[in-house]
């Protein structure tokens, strides 16, 4: 589970921190990158490394707590993650999507609950199937 965890961690934060220098090579071409802000983007993909390589893994799939606990706590880690990752990338832009904070977490929210409830119906058709599969044995 550790080895699998560490895998999923480095790809994560390479795929992040490669996807991050392709967007700003695209948008912001003329500007140049300072030692400083090449940390800001090394602790965003550090952010998302641990959110989508570690603890999403582990909440989904690894823990028994009850779907809604699951819920919350990966809608409020995410909007944590999501804000702390536009702060880092830019304050002005932060500044920008402030006011917006409320309808984020509403959002981020109601997008964990849909995802839930069509992940949950694909892992009991796959597991039925499974099963159904091992009963014509």
């Keep these: 589970m550790l080895k699998q ?8 934060f390479s795929i992040t921190f490669i996807w991050i220098l392709t967007l700003i090579s695209i948008f912001f071409k003329n500007d140049t990158l300072t030692v400083l802000y090449i940390w800001n983007l090394v ?14 893994p582990a909440l989904w799939n690894f823990s028994s707590m009850k779907a ?7 809608s409020a880690i995410n909007l944590v993650a999501g804000i702390s990752s536009v ?11 402030r006011p917006w904070i409320i309808l984020m977490a509403i959002a981020t929210v109601l997008g964990h609950i849909i995802g ?4 949950s119906n694909w892992d009991n058709k796959k597991n039925s199937d499974d099963l159904n599969k091992l009963l014509r044995k």
């Design 87 to 97: 702060w880092l990338f830019s304050p002005y832009m932060f500044e920008i999507i």
């Design 43 to 56: 602790a965003i993909s550090l952010i998302f490394s641990i959110i989508f390589g570690v603890m999403y």
């Design 5 to 12: 965890f560490r895998l999923s961690f480095f790809q994560t």
């Design 116 to 119: 839930f409830y069509f992940y």
């Design 68 to 74: 809604s606990n699951k819920i919350f706590i990966s």
